[in-house]
T-cell receptor, first 115, second 117 residues
């Protein structure tokens, strides 16, 4: 069975600085999708970034980028130039590329941004 | 981007009553929708996968007779909490699957807060 682990319950970053959130997963599949979702206090889940496992190139979305290490089964999220609006819960998620496409979520990392 | 709505956003009900929560994909058709439950400061727990025109698939430990799911159209799935009890109080979130292949992504509704008195 697939599992997703986020070992950092809480992280803090100074405004304008860079922070990296960790995520590891376990799977026997060779192809899959990985996601980072943000859940602000409103509790609306927002897609931050996605990565297809068959792509070696790390995904980037403006200030957000990932470090995808397939062999190590690691998928970390880097937030550059952190802003106060980045404060939220961040969830890492895994999905197979076939079948039900259901997500397996990690336990989340609460990110605090200090002014 | 794809938008998913949920209604109501919050509901308070008496113990023993039933509550229906609607999940709609507003600008796309979703053959598959998902229902999650989230406890305070915890992650999302998948309850069931809702497929248009067929029976929902429930996760282990989720009572299908307690949480009735109907996916009657490509844009609407409903979750009915039957004979609600205080332990059913929680935050319920739906998502709808959009895209094909490498573009497949789940888009989430804003959630429904249920309080059972």
């Amino acid at each position: 069975a697939q599992t997703v682990t986020q070992s950092q319950p809480e992280m803090s970053v100074q405004e304008a600085e860079t922070v990296t959130l960790s995520c590891t997963y376990d799977t026997s599949e060779s192809d899959y999708y990985l996601f980072w979702y943000k859940q602000p206090p409103s509790r609306q889940m927002i897609l931050v970034i996605r990565q297809e496992a068959y792509k070696q190139q790390n995904a980037t979305e403006n200030r957000f980028s990932v470090n995808f290490q397939k062999a190590a089964k690691s998928f970390s999220l880097k937030i550059s130039d952190s802003q106060l609006g980045d404060a939220a819960m961040y969830f890492c998620a895994y999905s197979r590329t076939s079948g039900t496409y259901k997500y397996i979520f990690g336990t989340g990392t609460r990110l605090k941004v200090l002014a | 981007g794809a938008v998913v709505s949920q209604h109501p956003s919050w509901v308070i009900c008496k113990s023993g009553t039933s509550v229906k929560i609607e999940c709609r994909s507003l600008d796309f058709q979703a053959t598959t929708m998902f229902w999650y439950r989230q406890f305070p400061k915890q992650s999302l727990m998948l309850m069931a996968t809702s497929n248009e025109g067929s029976k929902a698939t429930y996760e282990q430990g989720v009572e299908k007779d307690k949480f009735l799911i109907n996916h009657a159209s490509l844009t609407l799935s409903t979750l009915t909490v039957t004979s609600a009890h205080p332990e059913d109080s929680s935050f319920y979130i739906c998502s709808a699957r959009d895209g094909v292949g490498a573009q497949e992504t789940q888009y989430f509704g804003p959630g429904t807060r249920l309080l059972v008195l």
